[in-house]
């Protein structure tokens, strides 16, 4: 108990449980907040296998814990951008975690008692899974569209969460990218707009934690404000 009440000021109210833990194991629950508390350090090749052990010892206690596969998966896909998104086997893995926590929660008609709402952090994760997905895909419409659709129902559990704040601005800066290379200049201005609104959100209502400045800040250098994208990487590492 006294490692959960360190770890619950790390992490906000939002972003912990919006309809309470579904798991009964109180060291499941630990441990899924130790991995939880480590997706928002900077990441490190010590700091993801830690994250990545947290929540596989969250799963070991509780296999059926579909939060805990929602944060393996975020896991995953932060070692694959952290190894330059060079391995894709890694993606494959953080892939196949993100459906195991979302087949957890899938409607069981057949016996409805065991049935389960889709949580913020397993709609988290498909987001973010989706929008990595999009980024070496050619058809990468259908890719950031399912990416949005999972984060706005992340962002309808929890308006105000920083988190899903920060996944939805840098889906739509994807968004823009991608828009910018096939010369819908329109289009592209349209989702920049939304993504900087977001991310500018996040900053102001996050207390300053470092990743949302860099967030904001790899959204200005993505678009070539390279003064702007300075003073927030400035902000970042204060």
């Known amino acids: 108990r006294q490692v959960l009440y360190k770890i619950l000021p790390?992490?906000?109210s939002a972003e912990r449980f919006p309809s309470g833990p579904s798991t009964k194991e109180l060291e499941a629950y630990n441990e899924y907040l130790k991995g939880r508390a480590l997706l928002r350090e900077p990441s490190t090749d010590s700091i993801i296998k830690a994250t990545k052990e947290h929540f596989r010892s969250a799963i070991g206690l509780d296999p059926a814990y579909?939060?805990?596969?929602?944060?393996?998966?975020?896991?995953?896909?932060?070692?694959?951008?952290?190894?330059?998104?060079?391995?894709?086997?890694?993606?494959?893995?953080?892939?196949?975690?993100c459906e195991h926590a979302?087949?957890?929660?899938?409607?069981?008609?057949?016996?409805?008692s065991?049935?389960?709402v889709v949580s913020l952090e397993v709609y988290l994760a498909q987001g973010i899974l989706y929008r990595e997905?999009?980024?070496?895909?050619?058809?990468?419409?259908?890719?950031?569209?399912?990416?949005?659709?999972?984060?706005?129902q992340a962002e309808?559990?929890?308006p105000d969460?920083?988190?899903?704040?920060?996944?939805?601005?840098?889906?739509?800066?994807?968004?823009?990218?991608?828009?910018?290379?096939?010369?819908?200049?329109?289009i592209a201005k349209d989702y920049i707009e939304k993504a900087e609104l977001i991310l500018l959100r996040v900053t102001q209502m996050d207390g300053g934690?470092?990743?949302?400045?860099?967030?904001?800040?790899?959204?200005?250098?993505?678009?070539?404000?390279?003064?702007?994208?300075?003073?927030f990487y400035e902000k970042a590492w204060e």
Not at 73 to 91: G, P, T, V, W
Not at 161 to 186: F, H, I, Q
Not at 211 to 218: K, P, T, Y
């Open 66 to 97: 579909a939060e805990a596969w929602a944060g393996l998966c975020e896991a995953l896909l932060a070692d694959y951008k952290h190894n330059n998104r060079s391995n894709y086997q890694i993606l494959q893995k953080g892939k196949a975690a």
């Open 161 to 186: 969460s920083p988190r899903v704040l920060m996944e939805l601005g840098a889906t739509y800066s994807s968004l823009a990218a991608k828009s910018t290379d096939a010369s819908n200049l329109d």
């Open 209 to 231: 934690h470092w990743d949302s400045f860099q967030a904001l800040a790899n959204f200005y250098f993505d678009n070539g404000d390279f003064p702007q994208a300075i003073q």
């Open 156 to 158: 309808k559990l929890s």
């Open 114 to 116: 065991k049935s389960r």
């Open 133 to 152: 997905e999009g980024d070496k895909s050619d058809e990468y419409e259908k890719y950031y569209d399912d990416s949005l659709e999972a984060l706005l």
């Open 10 to 12: 790390l992490i906000t």
């Open 102 to 112: 979302l087949g957890l929660t899938t409607s069981d008609t057949l016996q409805p």
